[in-house]
Nanobody, 128 residues
Framework: QVQLVESGGGSVQSGGSLRLSCAAS??????????VGWFRQAPGKEREAVAF???????EYANSVKERFRISQDNARNTLSLQMNSLKPEDTAMYYC????????????????????WGQGTQVTVSS
């Protein structure tokens, strides 16, 4: 079993920055053994992938956040982070971190339904 706890959300003005953190715990958990990602869900919208990471070196971002967001991990602290810069009102959403030990198909890496473990989410609100 894996536990994920997000923190760092808040309210900022357009153009501001926030850094989200996700503390991971569980027997034998290691970022090197899990596919991990950040997802978000705005009211009335489907949950969507924001950033994906695997084996410390493979990263991928949604087109809407490229050049603005950066996913990183601290293996010593088992923490996944999302640095968000140049925030826009359309970035307003509940942000979740997620993990799964298995992705039988590489095409599933950005599909939230393929992730087994989720945090409770942290709210990000960007005002114009």
């Amino acid at each position: 079993q894996v536990q994920l706890v997000e923190s760092g959300g808040g309210s900022v003005q357009s153009g501001g920055s926030l850094r989200l953190s996700c503390a991971a715990s569980g027997d034998g958990f290691s970022f090197d053994n899990y596919y991990v990602g950040w997802f978000r869900q705005a009211p009335g919208k489907e949950r969507e992938a924001v950033a994906f990471r695997f084996i410390s070196s493979i990263t991928e971002y949604a087109n809407s956040v490229k050049e603005r967001f950066r996913i990183s991990q601290d293996n010593a602290r088992n923490t996944l982070s999302l640095q968000m810069n140049s925030l826009k009102p359309e970035d307003t959403a509940m942000y979740y971190c997620a993990a799964t030990p298995r992705l039988p198909s590489w095409s599933w890496r950005l599909d939230p339904e393929k992730y087994d473990y989720w945090g409770q989410g942290t709210q990000v609100t960007v005002s114009s």
